[in-house]
């Protein structure tokens, strides 16, 4: 069955760097599309970025974009969040979404890692 | 910047019918937005019910539809359950299909 492995979050202090990494496996990774998606705590959802299946596009939220960098290695089945100059608003869990081969949209999404950012 | 608004709320009856709704403030929502639709309950990752405007994925069940209304998209639930009780956030690109606004989101009360 499909399966989506956030890991790397924790906590750290404002200005600093986190990799997240998303393991996958159950589907043909290099398929599809792959996105992240955050939630603050006791907020909303919030797109942050996607890239496409073979990794040549990647688009990024307002909020994230020249901080974030995202990529994916698909000889290995996984997808990475570079995150730089971390603020406290960067705070949440973050998912891992597989996005459609066919259509704009997502279906299976991770169970997500919570980054905390706070001094 | 784009902001994407649903009604911060809705209450509904158990067997009754509730349509929430997704606007933008860019213009008219149009099937070019692909509009996506995301039920979340406490605890849980969100669950996709609705891609493309209309198209239901395997496991949506069939009280759940999608549509244009106006110059929104809107999501109908029809004989709602007790369990539908929970947050759905609405989803809309940009920027030809790149770039993702999600909406704030509407707790679904069922009462």
């Known amino acids: 069955q499909v399966q989506l492995v956030e890991s790397g979050g924790g906590v750290l202090q404002p200005g600093r760097s986190l990799r997240l990494s998303c393991a996958t496996s159950?589907?043909?990774?290099?398929?599809?599309?792959m996105h992240w998606v955050r939630q603050a705590p006791g907020k909303g959802l919030e797109w942050v970025a996607v890239?496409?299946?073979?990794?040549?596009?990647?688009y990024y939220g307002d909020s994230v974009k020249g901080r974030f960098t995202l990529s994916r290695d698909n000889s290995k089945d996984t997808l990475h969040l570079q995150m730089n100059s971390l603020s406290p608003e960067d705070t949440a869990v973050y998912f891992c979404?597989?996005?459609?081969?066919?259509?704009?949209?997502?279906?299976?999404w991770g169970q997500g890692t919570l980054v905390t950012v706070a001094s | 910047q784009t902001v994407v608004t649903q009604e911060p709320s809705l209450t509904v009856s158990p067997g009754g019918t509730v349509t929430l709704t997704c606007a933008s403030n860019?213009?008219?929502?149009?099937?070019?937005?692909?509009p996506n639709w995301f039920q979340q309950k406490p605890g849980q990752a969100p669950r996709p019910l609705i891609y493309?405007?209309?198209y239901k994925h395997s496991w949506t069940p069939a009280r759940f539809s999608g549509s244009l209304l106006g110059d929104r998209a809107a999501l109908t639930l029809s004989g709602v359950q007790p369990e539908d009780e929970a947050d759905y956030y609405c989803?809309?690109?940009?920027?030809?299909?790149?770039?993702?606004?999600f909406g704030g989101g509407t707790k679904v009360t069922v009462l």
């Open positions: 979404v597989r996005g459609l081969v066919r259509g704009v949209g997502s279906d299976y």
């Open positions: 860019t213009g008219p929502v149009s099937r070019a937005h692909h």
């Open positions: 159950g589907f043909s990774f290099s398929d599809h599309p």
């Open positions: 493309g405007t209309t």
């Open positions: 989803l809309l690109y940009y920027d030809g299909g790149l770039r993702g606004v």
């Open positions: 890239v496409s299946y073979d990794g040549s596009e990647k």
